[in-house]
């Protein structure tokens, strides 16, 4: 039998188990789990043998196990023993975190969290890494993001303004700036700050990284009471947001699924024709990253609304293909 297959039944047992309020017998975990009695007894002994504490109770003629709430050494907070191992496990999701202001904060955090949990235990749950993996890799910069995020979190809370020194990098330029900070927002790697610049008189967005001087005034503002900060993000395909557009790009069939696994905007909305291709509708800002991810599908995706997209893609296409000639 696979080392994954029975990791999977005994983590199922556990769960199985936490969430009965009088315990389980090993016929219903067997019938549940669909598996033999014999089976369910050698895993009960192997999560006994690795810390969990379990015990049987005689009820009404049947003999049930059960999982203490309770571990070797009790956390400050009160965590139930499920939620230690969820908070263990997510130390490999939030690699993705490595290298930002918060790295040190958590690797404290799950220090405590592996103090609080038996060794024995804690080798069983290390098991689990063989076969649970990370793929998306860590944030790269670091620079005075700390200090940034710092200075970022004491305007937001005070509402007061930010003076800047911002670097743009499709200018090379630098440029002073008076800003609103509304809200700090890492993604894909990245730290960013919305807020609103009264040198360009817009809600902008600002990588912490070209950030070359911050600080904060005395100066007051007040986040406009029609302004969403979910509203608008949500019309950009990425980052980048502005007035959104209606789109429709065509994929073909061999391509389709591809699109159909994911949701890549909050408002797509596909469509199956006739001969197997897919039309992707969406709502967004025409930027540059939608354009980037249309043009990643090579000659699958054609764009059918509107022109200027579909004219801005094939000028781009076009230059490509001059580069090969």
Same mark, same amino acid.
């Given at each position: 039998?696979?080392?994954?297959?029975?990791?999977?039944?005994?983590?199922?047992?556990?769960?199985?188990?936490?969430?009965?309020?009088?315990?389980?017998?090993?016929?219903?975990?067997?019938?549940?789990?669909?598996?033999?009695?014999?089976?369910?007894?050698?895993?009960?002994?192997?999560?006994?043998?690795?810390?969990?504490?379990?015990?049987?109770?005689?009820?009404?003629?049947?003999?049930?196990?059960?999982?203490?709430?309770?571990?070797?050494?009790?956390?400050?907070?009160?965590?139930?023993?499920?939620?230690?191992?969820?908070?263990?496990?997510?130390?490999?999701?939030?690699?993705?975190?490595?290298?930002?202001?918060?790295?040190?904060?958590?690797?404290?955090?799950?220090?405590?969290?592996?103090?609080?949990?038996?060794?024995?235990?804690?080798?069983?749950?290390?098991?689990?890494?063989? /076969?649970?993996? @990370?793929?998306?890799?860590?944030?790269?910069?670091?620079?005075?993001?700390?200090?940034?995020?710092?200075?970022?979190?004491?305007?937001?809370?005070?509402?007061?303004?930010?003076?800047?020194?911002?670097?743009?990098?499709?200018?090379?330029?630098?440029?002073?700036?008076?800003?609103?900070?509304?809200?700090?927002?890492?993604?894909?790697?990245?730290?960013?700050?919305?807020?609103?610049?009264?040198?360009?008189?817009?809600?902008?967005?600002?990588?912490?990284?070209?950030?070359?001087?911050?600080?904060?005034?005395?100066?007051?503002?007040?986040?406009?009471?029609?302004?969403?900060?979910?509203?608008?993000?949500?019309?950009?395909?990425?980052?980048? @947001?502005?007035?959104?557009?209606?789109?429709?790009?065509?994929?073909?069939?061999?391509?389709?699924?591809?699109?159909?696994?994911?949701?890549?905007?909050?408002?797509?909305?596909? /469509?199956?024709?006739?001969?197997?291709?897919?039309?992707?509708?969406?709502?967004?800002?025409?930027?540059?990253?939608?354009?980037?991810?249309?043009?990643?599908?090579?000659?699958?995706? @054609?764009?059918?609304?509107?022109?200027?997209?579909?004219?801005?893609?094939?000028?781009?296409?076009?230059?490509?293909?001059?580069?090969?000639?």
């Amino acid at each position: 039998m696979a080392r994954g297959d029975q990791l999977s039944r005994q983590w199922k047992i556990i769960q199985r188990l936490l969430a009965a309020t009088r315990g389980v017998g090993v016929s219903d975990l067997a019938r549940d789990l669909g598996c033999h009695s014999r089976t369910v007894y050698r895993d009960l002994e192997a999560l006994q043998a690795a810390g969990f504490p379990l015990y049987t109770d005689w009820v009404d003629g049947k003999n049930l196990w059960s999982i203490l709430d309770s571990v070797k050494r009790q956390p400050p907070l009160p965590l139930h023993q499920m939620e230690l191992m969820a908070l263990y496990f997510s130390r490999n999701v939030l690699k993705t975190l490595k290298n930002t202001p918060f790295a040190s904060a958590l690797q404290t955090l799950f220090e405590k969290i592996v103090a609080t949990i038996p060794e024995d235990t804690r080798a069983y749950l290390d098991s689990f890494e063989e /076969t649970f993996t @990370v793929g998306q890799a860590p944030y790269g910069r670091q620079k005075e993001v700390a200090r940034w995020i710092d200075i970022l979190n004491t305007a937001i809370l005070n509402r007061r303004l930010v003076e800047m020194t911002y670097y743009t990098i499709s200018r090379d330029h630098q440029t002073r700036r008076s800003v609103a900070p509304y809200k700090i927002w890492f993604f894909k790697g990245f730290i960013y700050m919305v807020g609103f610049c009264h040198l360009r008189q817009d809600v902008r967005i600002f990588t912490l990284d070209r950030i070359k001087e911050l600080a904060v005034t005395d100066e007051a503002y007040d986040i406009p009471a029609e302004f969403n900060i979910e509203d608008f993000m949500s019309t950009g395909f990425g980052v980048f @947001v502005g007035p959104p557009e209606k789109v429709k790009i065509l994929f073909k069939p061999a391509i389709g699924n591809y699109i159909r696994e994911k949701k890549w905007h909050a408002t797509q909305l596909l /469509t199956t024709r006739d001969d197997g291709s897919l039309q992707f509708e969406v709502e967004v800002a025409i930027t540059a990253e939608l354009k980037n991810w249309i043009m990643g599908w090579g000659a699958a995706a @054609v764009v059918l609304q509107p022109q200027s997209l579909a004219d801005s893609i094939c000028k781009e296409a076009r230059g490509v293909a001059e580069n090969y000639a």
